[in-house]
């Protein structure tokens, strides 16, 4: 965004305010500043006055002129195409010199004496206005022969490139810029009286009907006039249009193109004869697919608001009545618009609008119609017509308290509220209460809640007017149920990794076959794209993959194979729930130098002793729930009282089939298993005592029967069996031994007190199950 010191005062007195506190200014309110370049025309260089010209004798290209600098009138040889008598010019006098160091020296040119030079915008190091001399006017000031050009403010001028970021499509306009310096430096902004069509010329009624959809979301104005020649332009205008770029040739898009980086109003300029021929049209305004406004009349579109202007529609070098629309339209249905529409071409007017024009419209197409009133060059049609739903205003509401603490520092009150007046916001707040709401203005479209109305206050405030704080380190605890069920799980993986088990991963997808045969329930959640036919449902077990695991390693020689895995199954249901699941096969061991060549096979103590080693210690109850384990060797993994998975052998049949040895598994339902921390418990500092009791029980007896009638005692004792002997003479009897340690936590036992104890174990399984010693 280009601007100039010079151009902001026509909107803000910055006459007192320096160069340099413009810019720490704008940088101080986020308005960045790209770039400047002061203005400044160099000494003995004054206005002159073209009195006469005449051919150059020897030269097709040069004329000799009289010009009048005041004090004198000096004879200049100029090459200058567009150069007449009765022109006000730039004149470099003799010892001038020019912004690229050249000096200006008497000097004969074809035999021609000249004294000093005719100069053009560029010498003069401004803007290009035009391919020849510049030619001055009153637009500058007012025009005295021998005053110095330096001494005109338009010549002695700052240029400030400012970046705009997109959602600051308000700052986009030098009225918008002049908006935030008045604001940041206490300043007003500069009354501009409206312009008032003659209440005797024809109203646009008769020449335009408007018809506009309910949900229309942009706003238009349009004004008519017969244009009877083209308007001229001043130097000043010459200069600025210059200095951004302006690539327009037609006079009136010139004209609308400086109205627009003035004001930031768009505008479209229609050729009434090309839009119909009948001596009244109906513009029609409805609504697109993506909510973005067409305007048509009858079949024939004549744009999209904010987007494009249909090319047949607009004017020429013939265009003699013209229809001059300004428009606002909603940025955000103006970018989906285009987000869909990728082959639109960027515009001047598409990047204004995605980033929100100014939407006071009257306030850009009022200084047109004045220029050409002034000019009287154009006949107009009164009144306008404006139209579109009503904008919604957005409301804010807020506390001091909030604000300050977002700032982190406080802001009294009327300092906020006062802000906020100056940048438009409508404030209403009572004294007594800290509560303010207030209403965003429609030219602030970048503002949506009160993290937005802070960095308004803050950045006008100044960010380097708020004292430092120390930085406030306060880490959350982030402890959480998910995290402590995480380690958990982390710590069993790794205590399983402890105990000798290699961690296996696979899908959550299993083969519905393989499931079936090992007497699974079909999960009533089909897959409705399975990656093949052996990964087609949903996995109830873990079980399965670990066996077809365990089969792999062993064809590849594994002779001891320990596998374990942590993920999801799921039920008939397609309920979700993790689980543990573990294999062993074949060997306790692999042969080795260490362990020997004659390892046993593993076993189901072995194995659930290792289970126990990961979830702790746990009892066992006989079961026969899974068919696909041995019905002599599976059991139900008891913990606290609650059940949370089960142990077993691999049937005879199954491991045939899939070609394995020996093999247990076990599935631990992880989310039975209660995370409790470890509780240390007091241990006796006296030694134990230990004694073995063989009992004649009946084969048919289990231990759980015996362990059950001993514990009834309520005991300081542990025991478990320690060898099992039948023979002939026993019958249908066997011998169980069964070991017994006694310890005591506040002395040494004797060995009366332990043989008194052994008597009442005796006395009880006598008593409870007719059992006694051997």
Known sequence: ??????????????????????????????????????????????????????????????????VDVGSDSLQIVCGAKNVEAGQFVAVALNGAVMPDGMQIKRAKLRGIESNGMICSSTELGLAKTNDGIMVLDESIGRLELGKELN??????????????????????????????????????????LAYVDGENLPGIGRILSLHTHEKVKS????????????????????????????????????????????????????????????????????????????????????????????????????SKLILLEASYADPSVVSEYVGENKDIVKTNELYRSTRSSEPNLALGIDPIFERLSSQNIAKFYAGHQLSATKTEVKTISFTITDINKMIGQDVPKIEIVRILKKLGFDVAFTQE??????????????????????????????IDNIASAPMKFSESNRINDTLKRYKFALNLRKKAAAVGFYESVHYVFDSSDELRKLGFKECKTSIINPINNELNELRPTLVNHLLKSCEKNSKNQKKSIKLFEYGEVFDENANQSMRFGF?????????????????????????ASMIQGIVGEFSLVPSSEMGYLSPFEQAKIIKNGDEIGYIGRVSID????????????????????ANTNIQAQAYSKFPSISRDLSLIIPKDMKFKTIKDSINSLGLNVQFAPSDIYSSDELGDNVSLSIKFTFQDMQKTLEDEEVACLMDKILAKLKDDLNIGIR
Request: net charge negative; glycine share 4%.
């Open 1 to 66: 965004m280009i601007i100039s010191k010079n151009w902001l005062n026509e909107w803000i007195d910055l006459s007192s305010v320096s160069a340099d506190e413009i810019l720490k200014t704008l940088n101080s309110i986020g308005l960045e500043v790209d770039g400047c370049t002061k203005v400044k025309i160099p000494e003995k260089i004054v206005i002159g006055y073209v009195k006469s010209k005449e051919k150059h004798p020897d030269a097709d290209k040069l004329n000799i002129c009289m």
């Open 151 to 192: 001494e005109y403010d338009i010549f002695n001028d700052v240029i400030i490139e400012v970046d705009i970021t997109a959602n600051r499509g308000d700052a986009n306009s030098i009225h918008g810029i002049a908006r935030e310096l008045s604001v940041a430096l206490d300043l007003p902004i500069k009354e501009r």
């Open 219 to 318: 706003l238009h104005m349009f004004r008519a006039f017969e244009l009877m020649q083209n308007p001229s332009e001043n130097l000043v205008t010459k200069l600025r249009l210059a200095l951004i770029e302006c690539s327009e040739t037609h006079p009136m898009r010139r004209l609308c193109e400086y109205a627009t980086h003035s004001t930031g109003v768009i505008f479209r300029m229609y050729d009434f004869a090309k839009i119909s021929t009948d001596e009244k049209i109906s513009i029609d305004i409805s609504v697109g697919t993506h909510q973005e406004s067409i305007l048509k009349v009858d079949d024939k579109i004549l744009g999209v608001a904010g987007v494009y202007q249909n090319k047949d529609t607009m004017i020429d070098e013939s």
């Open 433 to 462: 209460s800290e509560n303010i709401n207030v209403k965003v203005p429609n030219y602030r479209y970048d503002i949506i809640n009160i993290h937005d109305v802070c960095e308004e206050i803050v950045r006008i405030v100044g």
């Open 583 to 607: 294999v062993v096969s074949g060997l306790k061991f692999e042969p080795s130098l260490n362990n020997g060549t004659k390892v046993a096979q593993v076993d189901f103590m072995g194995f």
């Open 654 to 673: 199954v491991a045939s089939e899939r070609d394995l040895s020996k093999t247990y598994v076990s599935e631990i339902y992880f989310d039975r298993l």
